[in-house]
């Protein structure tokens, strides 16, 4: 049984439809590359997953379950965390604290603050800091440790890399690799396309809010995979 399921999913902002009709299926353990152009839909098919944002028709299954209309903090007591774009860390709290925001969800698991500072060491020797007066890739490290504190079954990842140095992005990319070890199922929103189908088993390609790539990352060539991004 997957872990995650959609099936024809559809998104409105009021009178506007930002996604139609979008399908996926994610098994445990998988990572699904979510590639498009800005305005694509991708960052709002992960609201809808994670009842940010309601889809108005369609299905979204988690672990069998029907999980469309929950609130958000329901969604995430599940077992369902994002990493979002932007970060957007809480700038009055420290980075211990904002860590600790992680586990509101109470969910039992392997990740707590020693793990994550075993994961990105320099957030121990920084845990007293204001969190939004580190550099950007401190900020997204995080960002991402305070997902992870969450203990979720599936993580979502709005753009890991956006606006980093290379350096700090291959020091980021590690960190997922470790991750993705423990057998975190993960849907991996990212500017670097080669990247996210690197490190992905499945694609969903959106253009205007619509599919159009889906499957295994094996069975595409690079020229087929630019042509679905660009709608050629």
């Known amino acids: 049984m997957p872990l995650l399921e959609l099936e024809s999913v559809e998104v409105f902002y009021g009178d506007l439809q930002a996604v139609f009709g979008v399908s996926l299926s994610l098994a445990q353990g998988e990572a699904l590359a979510l590639i498009g152009a800005n305005g694509a839909g991708k960052s709002t098919l992960l609201n809808a997953i994670t009842g940010l944002v309601p ?3 369609g299905v979204v299954r988690f672990d ?4 469309a209309g929950l609130p958000a903090e329901k969604i995430a007591a599940l077992g369902i965390a994002m990493v979002p774009e932007g970060r957007l860390l809480f700038p009055s709290l420290s980075v211990e604290e904002n860590l600790l925001m992680g586990t509101l969800t109470r ?12 994961l990105f060491s320099m957030l ?57 070890a423990e057998g975190l199922s993960v849907i991996l929103v990212e500017q670097d396309v ?30 087929r995979i630019a042509a679905a991004y660009f709608g050629e």
């Not at 069998?64 to 999980?67: H, K, L, N, R, W």
């Open 55 to 57: 889809a108005r028709a």
């Open 64 to 67: 069998g379950e029907s999980i």
């Open 107 to 118: 969910r039992a698991g392997p990740w707590n603050l020693d793990a994550v500072y075993s």
């Open 124 to 180: 121990h020797e920084m845990r007293n800091r204001p969190a939004t007066r580190l550099s950007g890739g401190q900020q997204q490290m995080v960002a991402i440790g305070r997902a992870l504190m969450s203990n979720p079954r599936l993580l979502l990842c709005d753009e890991l890399s956006l606006g980093l140095a290379p350096l700090v992005i291959e020091e980021i990319y590690r960190a997922f690799e470790r991750i993705r």
């Open 194 to 223: 080669a990247r996210a189908c690197k490190v992905s088993e499945q694609l969903l390609c959106l253009l205007k809010g619509r599919v159009t790539l889906a499957g295994p990352v094996s069975q595409f060539s690079h020229s």
